[in-house]
Each structure stands twice: as structure tokens, then as C-alpha cells.
């Protein structure tokens, strides 16, 4: 037993997570960009980085973040995963898929947005 506590603690507090293997997130833009369309995936962007609601978007989402959206989920709650992240991803989605009609819309996020969220964007 004392053997046992040892060992989970030099594990520390991560001992019981696992590591995930997922696509990059260029990877995952690029595939949902060929399900649902380069210049609908782009609309789609441009969207949520204006603050779009993000109900309609969670089939997008689900692609551009790789949450799960699920029911009850915190990404689906604005009070548990704010506004700010709906339109982080947005302007991510935006790099692997670049489209000139995007700019504008970029221009007024990265002028009113927070510091973190332009260099999350960087």
C-alpha cells in the first residue's frame, strides 16, 4: 500500500489523464472545408468571428476545435465558455482555408479584440 502512494505521487495531480491523438487542427479545417465547402467553411468564419451564435455552427465547431459539443456540454454554455472562444476559433479556422473576404472581418476582430485572442491568432 505504501508502495501504491508512492508511486501516485510522483505521478502527481496528471497521473490519470491520457493522452489524446488527434489531427492538427489544419487537418481537421482542410477535411471539414472538403465536406462542407472551402467558401461555405470561410462564410462560416466569418461568422463566428463576428460573435455569431454559435447553435447553428456546431457541426463547425465540432471540426474547428475538436470538442465534442455535445448536449449540456460547456461549449454550448456562453456563461461556461465564453463568446470570446466561439470567435478564437473562428479567426483559427480561417488560416488553413484563407480567403481575401475574410480580411475585413479580421481586421475589426483583431482591433477589438483582447490581447490574448489576437495572439491565440498569431
Not at 16 to 40: C, D, F, I, K, Y
Not at 61 to 80: K, Q, V
Request: hydrophobic share 45%; aromatic share 10%; net charge neutral.
Amino acid at each position: 500500500m505504501a508502495e501504491q502512494r508512492e508511486e501516485a505521487r510522483r505521478a502527481g495531480p496528471y497521473r490519470h489523464r491520457v493522452a489524446v491523438s488527434r489531427p492538427s487542427l489544419a487537418a481537421s479545417v482542410r477535411e471539414r472545408a472538403e465536406q462542407v465547402g472551402t467558401a461555405r467553411l470561410v462564410d462560416v468564419c466569418i461568422d463566428l468571428l463576428g460573435g455569431a451564435d454559435r447553435a447553428p455552427y456546431v457541426a463547425e465547431l465540432r471540426g474547428l476545435t475538436g470538442f465534442g459539443f455535445e448536449p449540456g456540454a460547456a461549449e454550448l454554455d456562453p456563461a461556461r465558455w465564453e463568446d470570446f472562444w466561439v470567435r478564437a476559433w473562428g479567426a483559427r479556422g480561417l488560416l488553413p482555408v484563407w480567403d481575401d473576404i475574410a480580411g475585413p472581418a479580421v481586421s475589426r476582430w483583431v482591433y477589438t479584440a483582447p490581447i490574448g485572442g489576437r495572439s491565440r491568432c498569431a
